[in-house]
């Protein structure tokens, strides 16, 4: 079992025109839930995706330095919001049918999983 570090968390998969977002929330029980949502990559939706994290109290996000399309979304959160940016070699998704769903749901697990011993923030 992997060791939780933040309750509140939340994992993104970024593309070129979307964001997919799934913040978790554990209680004291070790229950997850899941809040999933998806945001276009235009200003105004990405400062609507900064209040939805703000508003969910979630100060923690991972995502994968893939291509380009993350550096945006990075630069806007990274003043207000704790941002683990990962490498796509030690995050990939789980063997089986991909979606971005998927990917943004697990990922935060992987945050957690690697944070402190695998990965750094660029």
Known sequence: ???????????LDVHKNVI?????????????????????????????????????????VCMESTGKYWIP??????????VCLTHPKYVKAIKGKKTDKKDSKLRPFRQNS?????????
């Open 114 to 122: 690697y944070r402190n011993n695998v990965l750094s923030s660029y």
């Open 1 to 11: 079992m992997m060791r939780l570090i933040y309750p509140i968390c939340c994992g």
């Open 73 to 82: 979304i990075f630069n806007y959160l990274e003043n207000d919001i704790d």
């Open 20 to 60: 997919v977002a799934t913040i978790v929330t554990t209680n004291d029980s070790g229950i997850s839930e899941y809040t999933q949502k998806s945001f276009s990559t235009f200003n105004s939706d990405i400062q609507k995706f900064h209040d939805w994290l703000i508003e969910n109290n979630c100060k923690h």
